[in-house]
């Protein structure tokens, strides 16, 4: 358990976030991982990404290929749901955010430079993600020159905690709007 029932909205907010950090710090928590939810085109769009940084004014940080569908819905739309769960303790954290892309900016070059080689590579591929192949082999080609490094920083709008339990669900709302003060909310 994250939250229990005696415990104030203050006082889980850092909890929340000390959790989040978590995610970013070790490489086995369930929070490394994430959905990211983006309005596509025709259908809304999820895919699994990893969670590199929680800034000091709380963006979310994930790294991509420019060239990644992701990236044009973001720039189209960039309202975003984001969603944690952790199984262990039982817990589900929805964020809905704005998403800010970042390439080629000092803020996507700071990541960048603090990448290494093997993890600067995987966003040099010769051909775009979701590019239609012949055959895998075509998939595994790179660009020595040119790399496609994209931040896309998520400003989070609200963010919902839901705390499974046997003595009853737990659920509160944090928004941005009222400074993160949290609400509870019928689970
Ligand atoms: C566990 C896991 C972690 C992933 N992490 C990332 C990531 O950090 N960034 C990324 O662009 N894609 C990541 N992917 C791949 C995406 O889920 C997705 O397949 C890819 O980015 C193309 O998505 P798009 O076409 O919707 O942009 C990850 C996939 C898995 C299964």
Avoid at 33 to 58: C, D, K, N, W
Avoid at 86 to 96: A, F, L, M, S
Wanted: glycine content about 6%; charged content about 20%.
């Amino acid at each position: 358990m994250l939250i229990t029932s005696l415990d104030s909205p203050e006082k889980i907010w850092p909890k929340l976030l000390g959790e989040l950090q978590q995610g970013v710090a070790e490489a086995s928590h369930p929070f490394r991982y994430l959905t990211l939810a983006t309005q596509g085109l025709h259908f809304p769009q999820v895919r699994m990404v990893v969670l590199r940084e929680i800034t000091s004014s709380l963006q979310l940080v994930v790294f991509t290929d420019f060239r990644s569908g992701k990236v044009s819905e973001l720039i189209e739309k960039p309202r975003a749901s984001l969603l944690f769960y952790h199984p262990t303790k039982k817990v589900q954290v929805r964020i809905k955010a704005l998403a800010s892309v970042h390439a080629g900016d000092e803020f996507a070059q700071g990541y960048w430079r603090s990448l290494a080689a093997h993890n600067r590579k995987e966003y040099t591929s010769l051909l775009a993600p979701g590019t239609k192949l012949n055959g895998p082999e075509q998939g595994t080609a790179w660009n020595e020159k040119e790399n496609f490094f994209t931040v896309i920083a998520f400003s989070p709008l609200s963010i919902e905690v839901l705390q499974l339990s046997k003595q009853g669900h737990l659920r509160l709302e944090f928004d941005q709007a009222s400074a993160w003060q949290g609400k509870w909310l019928a689970p």
